[in-house]
């Protein structure tokens, strides 16, 4: 019982439905287990993995970044208009986006932590503001061609290996981004993220600096998204229309992993995973010929399944029966994941706000 219950809670069904799809896609597919064509799908499924690492960290401290759809429409109409066809530029325009990416998360992580500003406002009107500066840029038609050289990024890699023939950039991207916010998360920065989410006024009497650690969630969030662009734009093209609606599929993902709306709890790993259980549901569909116009119904639908089965499981935990007194060498009512992230207990605030200040 104990095994089948951690099975199917939140952060590991998405595993489990991950693999339920892929057999399904296979069945359907048989060439979609071929290693060639399986890096292919990661491949695609990258962008959207990246973004929702970002999304991760929004939403684990308990906000949200609307703006990342957006961003990345911005930074997709940047490097096509000026990197061009000088390969010369490839590397300037890239520590450009870089730039501009930080510059747009520390402004979203300011006006949220210090004017208190709710992060669904702040990032909703970035939102708004980048989307209107890339329409009043393009006049709303693709423009702009980046070089070769810079496409390469997203759609190029290492050719000719044993077995898998083919190992995209975008599959060595992923896996070093998702590396980083592993490390990120066991670090005193991930660690006080987690007690921010779970519980602010305990982590600020705890002495966390709140304002610094939320903002600095929202510039990977940014960062996040700038790197999803690089990649878009290797087999996506430049067009305004890249982009949009990333920020609700990055969203859908990360609650699919079972991380908790409102913060404090999940895996960044278990985000990730529910990227791709996103991305085999729509293939899945796409096999079946069922009309990409049910995609928005779908994804809806399965934000709101997820979200309350996640409730349902952390109520039947919570009634499961742990101590609600503390025990001496026992944490009581350990999150989901807490075996993979520590409890946000004032002193584990204490302690990861204090190593926090040390950095």
């Not at 009107?125 to 038609?141: I, P």
């Not at 070093?176 to 670090?187: D, K, S, T």
């Not at 305990?202 to 990649?231: D, E, H, M, P, Q």
């Not at 609600?324 to 990861?352: C, F, M, N, R, Y």
């Amino acid at each position: 019982m104990t095994t089948l219950k951690a099975l199917v809670s939140p952060r590991s069904a998405v595993f489990l439905l991950l693999i339920v799809l892929l057999v399904a896609v296979t069945i359907l597919n048989p060439n979609f287990a071929e290693p060639g064509q399986f890096m292919r799908f990661i491949q695609r499924v990258a962008p959207v993995a990246i973004v929702a690492i970002g999304q991760y960290f929004a939403i684990i401290a308990g906000e949200f970044d609307l703006s990342q759809g957006s961003l990345i429409t911005a930074q997709v109409i940047i490097a096509g208009n000026l990197v061009g066809q000088d390969d010369a530029r490839t590397v300037p325009v890239l520590c450009l986006m870089v730039v501009f990416g930080a510059l747009v998360g520390l402004v979203n992580g300011l006006l949220t932590t210090l004017l208190r500003v709710p992060s669904f406002i702040v990032t909703l009107g970035m939102m708004l503001a980048l989307l209107g500066a890339v329409m009043w840029w393009t006049g709303g038609a693709a423009t702009g061609n980046p070089a070769d050289s810079f496409r390469q990024i997203g759609r190029g890699g290492i050719r000719d290996l044993p077995l898998i023939d083919f190992l995209p950039w975008a599959v060595l991207i992923l896996a070093a981004w998702l590396a980083l916010a592993i490390w990120l998360m066991r670090r005193p920065f991930g660690r006080t993220l987690i007690a921010l989410g779970d519980n602010a006024a305990a982590a600020r009497y705890a002495g966390a600096r709140s304002w610094w650690v939320v903002t600095r969630a929202f510039v990977i969030s940014s960062l996040s998204a700038t790197v999803a662009a690089v990649l878009l734009v290797g087999y996506a093209g430049v067009h305004p229309s890249v982009g949009r609606g990333y920020e609700f599929i990055a969203i859908t993902a990360v609650v699919l992993g079972g991380v908790v709306l409102g913060g404090g709890r999940g895996w960044v790993v278990a985000a990730v995973a529910g990227a791709f259980v996103l991305e085999s549901v729509f293939l899945l569909l796409n096999i079946a010929g069922v009309p990409s116009s049910l995609r928005d119904a779908v994804q809806g639908v399965i934000i709101i399944a997820a979200v309350a089965y996640s409730g349902v499981a952390f109520r039947s935990r919570r009634r499961g029966g742990a101590p609600s007194s503390p025990v001496p060498g026992k944490e009581p009512d350990a999150p989901s994941g807490a075996e993979d992230q520590p409890s946000a207990s004032p002193a584990l605030a204490s302690q990861g706000a204090t190593e926090t200040r040390g950095d």
